[in-house]
């Protein structure tokens, strides 16, 4: 296990080299017809690609979907739409429309739908959503009921925080930021971003809080120390500056609780034996692990931590390491 996790940044360059392969390897299937199949499936390895390696350009999701079409592969088209809406935000209401229709006559349209009204890009998403402020109004109100668990998922709509912050607003930034951190509490850069809003408003106990998560994932990083160095520039000293314990338990709890709005439907049975020597926070952990509900039990164990409870450091090291390999 690396020290630190990829993110899943979309990397445009290789996108675009293995969306320039496909297409042709798409076109020798067009004028070679023995090797037509042959040629569609190249097509798609090099499509599959470069979704992986961009899955913000819409032209990567397009060219596969194409190919999908090209192969009459309907369980294919079905598959594709829903990790679209998947990178998207999840959106349940939407996945279940698409198991009620014929997928292969509409699916271009479907794709179309489905861009025109989350469009990938953030910069287009923005330009949207600064149009109709009730565009700003139905997305606050969204994102505090959809899934982030998606890597892909959670860069994405945090780029399009950044748009927000960028257009000061900050209170929908500090509102909403915290929904995609407890989901994806690994996402490192996040946490960076909302440090650094923190700091730009002089509340530096959130900040170090927020540099305290990035550490956990990506231990070179330098902001915290950064601000340690501000803050003794500042103030002469860290006391009253640097969290409590108190504040540390109240961060992660708050976070904590953010976690269980994602749970499935199923309720969360006890599934370890009980012994005297077990304590019921312990037994908690132990079923949130087993359940891999990796967020929440991350963000009990540090708040166990900060109150002294040492105990939980096993713990917690069993639900960084399932966030990381989840």
């Known amino acids: 296990m690396d020290d630190e996790p990829a993110l899943?940044?979309?990397?445009?360059?290789?996108?675009?080299?293995?969306?320039?392969?496909?297409?042709?390897?798409?076109?020798?299937?067009?004028?070679?017809?023995?090797?037509?199949?042959?040629?569609?499936?190249?097509a798609e390895q090099s499509a599959r690609q470069a979704i992986l390696h961009d899955y913000t350009n819409f032209q990567n999701w397009e060219l596969l979907l194409k190919l999908k079409h090209e192969l009459v592969d309907e369980d294919g088209i079905y598959a594709l739409l829903e990790d679209l809406l998947t990178v998207l935000g999840k959106d349940i209401e939407l996945i279940t429309q698409l198991k009620n229709i014929d997928i292969l006559p509409s699916c271009f349209d479907l794709f179309a739908a489905i861009l025109k009204r989350e469009p990938l890009n953030a910069d287009i998403w923005w330009e949207k959503i600064m149009s109709d402020d009730a565009e700003l109004n139905h997305f606050i109100n969204k994102c505090k009921k959809m899934d982030f668990r998606d890597r892909r998922s959670n860069v994405v709509f945090g780029r399009r925080l950044e748009r927000i912050r960028g257009a000061g607003l900050n209170e929908v930034f500090s509102e909403l930021m915290p929904y995609l951190l407890a989901h994806r509490p690994d996402n490192y850069e996040l946490w960076a971003e909302l440090g650094k809003h923190h700091e730009s408003?002089?509340?530096?106990?959130?900040?170090?809080?927020?540099?305290?998560?990035?550490?956990?994932?990506?231990?070179?990083?330098?902001?915290?120390?950064?601000?340690?160095?501000?803050?003794?520039?500042?103030?002469?000293?860290?006391?009253?500056?640097?969290?409590?314990k108190m504040d540390i338990y109240s961060f992660n709890s708050r976070l904590e609780?953010?976690?269980?709005?994602?749970?499935?439907?199923?309720?969360?049975?006890?599934?370890?034996e009980?012994?005297?020597?077990?304590?019921?926070?312990e037994l908690k952990l132990n079923d949130l692990i087993n359940s891999k509900a990796y967020q929440e039990a991350f963000f009990m164990a540090r708040s166990l931590l900060?109150?002294?409870?040492?105990?939980?450091?096993?713990?917690?090291?069993?639900a960084k390491e399932g966030l990381i390999d989840e």
Not at 274 to 281: A, F, R, V
């Open 274 to 281: 009980i012994d005297k020597n077990t304590n019921e926070l």
């Open 306 to 318: 900060s109150e002294g409870g040492f105990w939980a450091q096993t713990y917690f090291e069993k």
């Open 257 to 272: 609780n953010l976690t269980k709005s994602m749970k499935d439907e199923e309720v969360l049975k006890p599934k370890t």
């Open 8 to 42: 899943y940044l979309p990397r445009k360059s290789l996108g675009d080299r293995n969306r320039s392969q496909a297409h042709k390897f798409l076109k020798l299937s067009k004028v070679d017809y023995n090797q037509r199949f042959e040629n569609l499936q190249w």
């Open 201 to 244: 408003l002089k509340d530096y106990k959130n900040a170090w809080m927020c540099y305290d998560q990035v550490l956990q994932f990506k231990p070179g990083d330098n902001n915290k120390s950064r601000l340690s160095e501000i803050i003794l520039h500042k103030f002469d000293n860290l006391d009253g500056i640097k969290p409590t």
